[in-house]
């Protein structure tokens, strides 16, 4: 069985620039949240979205949105870009518990 | 809202030795989970904890979910080069969110 993908695996992009990160989740889990992981410091929440709605937010500006599709493939996006922003984001999906399986993340330089 | 922390930051272990990492929180959780993390990889997921008291062991790794539910240990026992990595405590609280602990990153002596 496939784990959770995410693409691109590497990005740089400029300040001002706006990015989309895409992920699929497990085959038969419906929960799809993302974290940002700053070098040296643990994943901080983003966004946990279930059945295509938002069930959680963390503390992260409105420059940062997300979205589930029917397929429960997920999106997430972050428009006007700071280097602040450079980071690994990582997607997990989960089923019924809250145990999450991460994909291998997305590296973001922004320069 | 809801803090994890964890102690040490970094653990330097010689081969064959224990230790123990330990992660607090400063509200009381609905569970505690623990991932490890290789250099250059993403955290991968170890255990579980939801009961008061609970104690788990795989193999070598023995966790521990404290009575009131707001801490949480890992022991390994026997480090061996294959344990290097970060681990991360996670608490989970009822909105489904996990805060993570910023880890703690071992590294082995042979």
């Known amino acids: 069985d496939a784990g959770v993908t995410q693409s691109p695996t590497h990005l740089i992009k400029t300040r001002g620039q706006q990015v989309t990160l895409r992920c699929s989740p497990i085959s038969g889990h419906k929960s799809v949240s993302w974290y940002q992981q700053v070098l040296g410091q643990g994943p901080q929440f983003i966004f946990q979205y279930y059945e295509k709605e938002e069930r959680g937010r963390g503390n992260f500006p409105d420059r940062f949105s997300a979205r589930q599709f029917p397929n429960y493939s997920s999106e997430l996006n972050v428009n006007a870009l700071l280097l602040g922003d450079s980071a690994l984001y990582l997607c997990?999906?989960?089923?019924?518990?809250?145990?999450?399986?991460f994909g291998q993340g997305t590296r973001l330089t922004v320069v | 809202g809801q803090q994890v922390m964890q102690i040490p930051q970094y653990q330097h272990v010689q081969e064959g030795e224990d230790f123990t990492t330990y992660c607090n929180s400063s509200t009381t959780l609905s569970n505690i989970q623990w991932y490890k993390q290789r250099p250059g990889g993403h955290p991968v997921f170890l255990i579980q904890?939801?009961?008061?008291?609970e104690v788990k062991k795989q193999k070598r790794l023995t966790f521990q979910f404290g009575e009131a539910k707001k801490n949480s240990s890992l022991h390994i026992t026997a480090t061996q080069t294959t344990d290097v990595g970060t681990y991360f405590c996670a608490g989970g609280s009822n909105d489904y969110k996990l805060s993570f602990g910023a880890g703690t990153t071992v590294t082995v002596r042979a």
């Open positions: 997990a999906s989960s089923q019924y518990t809250s145990e999450a399986f």
């Open positions: 904890l939801v009961k008061s008291g």
